[in-house]
C-alpha cells in the first residue's frame, strides 16, 4: 500500500529535549515535506527536499532542522523545543516533474506535539 | 505573495442540501490547485488537481471547477459522511514544489 508513515503519532515533552520526529514513504518520491498545521493559520511549510541531500527552508523553518540521507526518509529534528511549536506536523511527498504541471502530495497521518 | 481564500468557514448542510464551497487565489502563474479533504486528527486527503481554467473534474457527490480567479467545489446531494474541512491549496512555477493553503471550509452535514 503506498504511503506516508510518520513517528511518534503523539508525544509530549518539556522545553529544551532535543527530539525527532520520522517520516518514511514506499512511492519512491523525490519530493518531501514538512508543515505545521495550527488554528486559524492553516498548513505552513516549514522545510522541503527536492532529492537526496536537498533541502531547503519553508516559511517557518526556525527552531527546526531536517535531513535526507536517503530517499525514502525525511526526519525533522527540534533541537531545543519551545511551546510555541506546539502544534500539529505533517510530512508530505510527491513525484517532482521539472518545468511541467504539478503533482498532488501525499500527506502521512500527523504527529501531535505538545511541549510544555 | 500566493494567496489562498476560502469561503464561507464553516457551512452546515442538511442531507440531499446541495452547496459549493469557493477558493479564491491569487498566484503568479498556476501550475496546479488542489482540492484536499482532511478528517479530524488525520491528514489531508488528495481529492483533485485542476490546472486550466475551464477544467472541470468529479468523483461521486464532488464536482471541482475552475476560472482564472477562483475554484469551486460542487456539493451534489451530500450525506452525512461527507463532513470534513476542505482544504484548498495553489502551486506556483518554481523549483519549490510548495503549496500554499487556504485555511479551509468545514462542512458538517446533518440526517
Known amino acids: 500500500e503506498a504511503q506516508v508513515t510518520q513517528n511518534p503519532r503523539y508525544l509530549i515533552t518539556v522545553t529544551g529535549k532535543k527530539l525527532t520526529v520520522t517520516c518514511s514513504q514506499n512511492?519512491?518520491?523525490?519530493?518531501m515535506s514538512w508543515y505545521r498545521q495550527d488554528p486559524g493559520l492553516g498548513l505552513r511549510q516549514i522545510y522541503y527536499s527536492m532529492n537526496v541531500e536537498v533541502t531547503d527552508k519553508g516559511d517557518v523553518p526556525e527552531g527546526y532542522k531536517v535531513s535526507r540521507k536517503e530517499k525514502r526518509n525525511f526526519p525533522l529534528i527540534l533541537e531545543s523545543p519551545s511551546p510555541n511549536q506546539t502544534s500539529l506536523y505533517f510530512c508530505?511527498?510527491?513525484?517532482?516533474?521539472?518545468?511541467?504541471?504539478?503533482?498532488?502530495?501525499?500527506f502521512g497521518p500527523g504527529t501531535r506535539l505538545t511541549v510544555t | 505573495e500566493d494567496q489562498v481564500t476560502q469561503s464561507p468557514e464553516a457551512l452546515r448542510l442538511q442531507e440531499g442540501e446541495s452547496s459549493s464551497l469557493n477558493c479564491s487565489y491569487t498566484v503568479s502563474g498556476l501550475r496546479g490547485l488542489f482540492w484536499y479533504r482532511q478528517d479530524p486528527g488525520k491528514g489531508p486527503e488528495f481529492l483533485f488537481t485542476?490546472?486550466?481554467a475551464g477544467e472541470e473534474k468529479e468523483k461521486e457527490r464532488l464536482k471541482a471547477t475552475l476560472t482564472k480567479k477562483e475554484s469551486f467545489l460542487h456539493i451534489t446531494a451530500p450525506k452525512p459522511e461527507d463532513s470534513a474541512t476542505y482544504l484548498c491549496a495553489v502551486q506556483a512555477p518554481g523549483a519549490n514544489s510548495k503549496l500554499t493553503f487556504g485555511k479551509g471550509i468545514t462542512l458538517s452535514v446533518r440526517p
Open positions: 485542476l490546472y486550466s
Open positions: 512511492m519512491n518520491h523525490e519530493y
Open positions: 508530505a511527498s510527491s513525484s517532482v516533474r521539472t518545468g511541467g504541471l504539478g503533482y498532488e502530495q501525499y
